[in-house]
């Protein structure tokens, strides 16, 4: 969705790459071992009631969890457009909420930080929050807006403590990094474990200190394994990744 398309309806999902069906995803997930899942909003091909409960079925038939749907898009420090973009993740926790996910991560605001912008944001992710008590909302260390570790505290603060935290283990970067995830790992309750890759395989250093941040912190939730590189053998590349986190997690 872009800021022109914050009312798009059951046709704004953006059209999948060509590979696995999404239907067929959770039986080659149990298969490899894996129990948990969190699914993009722009995964889903329809927001038909009807695929919509095929999806959960196949889900809850490999006896998968899904910790979260992930809206990936909207925008709720919009200067124009809040209300609208607010309008439309709202129609995604509606849909995250029938697939039976646990969970709906949803973007704190795509502007700079302001002390208004990230009281406004968690006052919107409050409203989300409090309109759909049958689901857990959780905001994420994504975008401008949640530069560092300040202003991701001053969102879930400024929701009341009705809106948790999804940690991306990949989206800070620089020198301050550790401390700034060890900041907010308190109260991160579910994560992104994002690994780096190059030629020569992962970043175990750095994905390693980055987890320690959460084991420090006595971290219970699930670790989402996330790869995004080039290298075509995904699974392969997950494996790497579960290998490093079981040598910190145990």
């Known amino acids: 969705m872009s800021g022109d398309q914050a009312d798009g309806g059951p046709d704004d999902l953006a059209k999948p790459d060509a590979g696995m069906a999404l ?38 038939s490999e006896n998968l969890t899904l910790d979260a749907v992930l809206v990936d898009d909207g925008d709720l420090t919009h200067p124009a457009d809040a209300d609208a973009h607010q309008h439309w993740i709202d129609g995604w926790l509606d849909v995250a909420i029938t697939l039976g996910a646990r969970r709906a991560r949803v973007i704190a605001g795509k502007q700079s930080p302001s002390p208004s912008r990230l009281e406004d944001s968690g006052r919107r992710l409050g409203k989300l929050a409090g309109d759909h008590p049958e689901i857990r909302v959780v905001t994420e260390n994504w975008f401008a807006l949640t530069a560092g570790a300040d202003e991701v505290h001053a969102i879930l603060d400024a929701a009341d403590r009705q809106v948790g935290l999804l940690v991306d283990l990949g989206n800070w970067t620089g020198a301050d990094k550790y401390d700034q995830l060890a900041a907010v790992a308190p109260r991160s309750e579910t994560c992104h474990a994002k690994c780096r890759f190059d030629a020569d395989g992962p970043d175990r250093e750095d994905f390693t200190r980055s987890l320690q941040a959460l084991r420090q912190a006595d971290y219970t939730g699930p670790l989402a394994l996330v790869y995004d590189g080039a290298n075509a053998n995904e699974w392969d590349c997950l494996e790497q990744e579960h290998a490093i986190a079981t040598g910190v997690f145990g």
Do not use: I, W
């Open 23 to 60: 239907l067929d995803l959770p039986a080659e997930l149990r298969r490899r071992g894996y129990d948990t899942v969190q699914l993009c909003h722009f995964h889903l091909p329809s927001r038909d009631p009807g695929y919509l409960g095929e999806l959960r079925s196949a889900l809850e």
